[in-house]
């Protein structure tokens, strides 16, 4: 099984539970549900089936913007049904089959998106998990974290002992160095600014601290979603990493063979900024080619006037990308932005201007640091 396929097929909520169990420790707070499905074609993340509320579900664009809302109206092992009477829609979500399929409200159902992640809500006070199918062992990949049940960013792991924090809008802004995990914890360095990052998987928080020194809270942990196997780094030298309130649940201790492992943290993406601020509605498209595999692929935004503002971020060694921007003008789209560029520059792409007169713009001076405007 390729670890595309790992990471897509969908499983059952019975083996959900047992790839959790690890996490939860607590037989009480086994009883899991679906809450959340991820979806996309192709591998690519499109967007979100969040459930808001019992019986309630919003789908969320890949910038974490509602688009439609749904009622949920039938749920077993296997598959999750809901329906927007408003569009007269309905959608099946099919657990087993790694699909969500759709159609008329009462007539035959078609295929729309894979199923890319599902997220398993514990009942009770328990961390949620989610889950990818395969006989490989499951770890955390992804910590989506924030304050008083808001998600206002995530940690995501690579594979190869590096994470990479983004902020809510999916923006990178720091990256990290893992030098220890364990059933209770993950623990990151960022050598560069001095500071150590404990993920409390026990306890839902995550701290930081500069290296050798206390730590105090940072972050509530709103859930976990885990993959396969992501290599943990070597052991060695232990370093002790202060309990942040003196309690009996410290975070786990920070190890490293070669202190030059975290020294360099892994460069930040790349990224294109896209700005809208025509008075009228506008659309961005933008095609790249994948790094190693050279297969093309490609993001439309939403529909929308302005003010708005994306941060594309792009995976190391994607090139031949191409940005377009388009008006739609008295109800025809209308090209008036269409640049290539070879690799990500972090330079800003901007529809501007009035009906009557719009202008696509390119910021000639690199952008603002990540995480702001242009």
């Given at each position: ?7 897509c ?70 598959t ?36 890319l ?141 070669d202190?030059a ?5 892994p ?7 896209l ?15 994948a ?28 090139t ?18 269409d ?12 529809l ?23």
């Amino acid at each position: 099984m390729n670890p595309t396929q790992i990471l897509c097929a969908a499983i059952a909520v019975s083996l959900c539970l047992a790839a959790t169990s690890g996490i939860s420790g607590d037989p009480a707070r086994a009883q899991n549900v679906i809450t959340s499905v991820e979806f996309g074609t192709n591998g690519e993340s499109l967007g979100r089936y969040s459930q808001t509320e019992p019986g309630k579900w919003v789908e969320l664009d890949p910038s974490g913007n509602p688009r439609f809302e749904f009622t949920e109206v039938s749920r077993d092992d296997l598959t999750i049904g809901l329906e927007d009477r408003s569009r007269n829609i309905a959608l099946t979500i099919d657990l087993a089959g790694s699909a969500i399929a759709y159609g008329v409200i009462g007539e035959q159902q078609e295929p729309l998106y894979e199923i890319l992640l599902t997220s398993a809500a514990a009942t009770g006070s328990g961390t949620d998990v989610s889950v990818a199918a395969g006989d490989a062992t499951m770890v955390p990949s992804r910590i989506i974290f924030g304050e008083n049940g808001t998600p206002g960013g995530e940690y995501l792991a690579d594979g190869n002992g590096n994470w990479l924090e983004r902020n809510s809008a999916g923006e990178a802004v720091f990256s990290f160095q893992e030098i220890t995990r364990s059933d209770s914890g993950i623990v990151l360095q960022d050598k560069g600014r001095n500071l150590l990052l404990s993920i409390d998987l026990a306890n839902r928080k995550i701290n930081f601290g500069e290296i050798g020194g206390a730590q105090s809270f940072l972050y509530d942990i709103i859930e976990v979603q885990l993959a396969a196997q992501v290599p943990a780094a070597p052991g060695g030298v232990e370093t002790a990493v202060a309990s942040p309130d003196g309690g009996e649940n410290p975070p786990p201790v920070a190890t490293t063979s070669d202190p030059a492992l975290a020294i360099a943290p892994p460069p930040v993406p790349s990224q294109v900024k896209l700005k809208h601020n025509g008075w009228y509605q506008g659309r961005f498209t933008v095609f790249w080619l994948a790094p190693e595999t050279g297969e093309e692929m490609s993001w439309t935004s939403n529909e929308q006037t302005a003010p708005y503002f994306e941060a594309l971020p792009f995976q190391e060694g994607s090139t031949s990308i191409r940005i377009v921007g388009e008006a739609n003008i008295r109800g025809a789209w209308t090209i008036i932005l269409d640049r290539e560029i070879d690799r990500p520059s972090n330079k800003c792409y901007v529809l501007a201007g009035t009906e009557l007169m719009q202008s696509g713009e390119v910021s000639d001076e690199p952008s603002p640091s990540l995480g702001d405007d242009c």
